[in-house]
């Protein structure tokens, strides 16, 4: 009987598994509602510089002046950042778990994550994700973003763990083909509770 291989690792993205996403087109469409911006220019710009932003070659106030203020509004770059960066909240119940496999297991938690450089520090920050992750293998920092399979190549060998030790959460389903295609068996995360039984289908359970 072949011996079944110890989980030692989580891979976890931030935006749809342990927070909302951190500037997605829905919360954009909120900001051009509360700031009445022209959704069409705005959805323009972003488009042009986002991916220039999410890895790091852009700053916050850079990407807010390519994209709000090239001309002059009514209202301020920091009442626009506070928007932003009120839109993250967290999920509780996959905070727990995570936390709680960790504590089970002794397991290692690495986000993999496309987050720009001000927000992933503002939501460190504020849901405190430092008390249970251990590495950020995070677009901003590392010069790759998904769906580049370098980026979960990068985190294999930042991590030095084996692919087949891994198990990655994420809620984007491309991201999961890209993660299994290295043979990082994966989890695509639509809700607390399928994600629970598919983490004790790989020998990850919790007592509640």
Do not use: C, W
């Given at each position: 009987m072949k011996k079944s291989i110890s989980i030692t690792t989580l891979f976890v993205d931030i935006g749809g598994v342990l927070l909302t996403d951190g500037w997605s087109h829905d919360f954009r469409k909120l900001a051009v509602r509360e700031f009445?911006?022209?959704?069409?220019?705005?959805?323009?710009?972003?488009?042009?510089?986002?991916?220039t932003f999410e890895i790091g070659k852009l700053t916050l106030d850079e990407y807010l002046n390519?994209?709000?203020?090239?001309?002059?509004?009514?209202?301020?770059?920091?009442?626009?950042?506070?928007?932003?960066?009120a839109r993250s909240e967290a999920d509780p119940k996959m905070i727990s778990l995570i936390r709680q496999l960790k504590?089970?297991?002794?397991?290692?938690?690495?986000?993999?994550?496309?987050?720009?450089?001000?927000l992933n520090a503002h939501r460190i920050q504020k849901f405190r994700l430092n008390e249970f992750v251990d590495s950020y293998i995070s677009s901003c920092y590392v010069g790759l973003r998904k769906p580049d399979a370098d980026i979960f190549r990068l985190a294999l060998d930042v991590t030095q763990v084996p692919a087949e030790q891994v198990v990655y959460i994420e809620n984007t389903q491309m991201f999961v083909t890209i993660a299994e295609g290295l043979s990082i068996r994966s989890i695509w995360h639509t809700d607390y509770q399928s994600t629970r039984e598919k983490l004790a289908s790989f020998g990850l359970e919790v007592d509640s």
């Open positions: 009445n911006l022209d959704p069409e220019e705005m959805e323009t710009r972003h488009s042009i510089v986002f991916e390519l994209v709000v203020f090239y001309q002059r509004r009514s209202f301020t770059q920091a009442q626009f950042q506070e928007f932003m960066f504590t089970k297991y002794g397991l290692k938690i690495i986000v993999v994550s496309n987050e720009s450089r001000e």
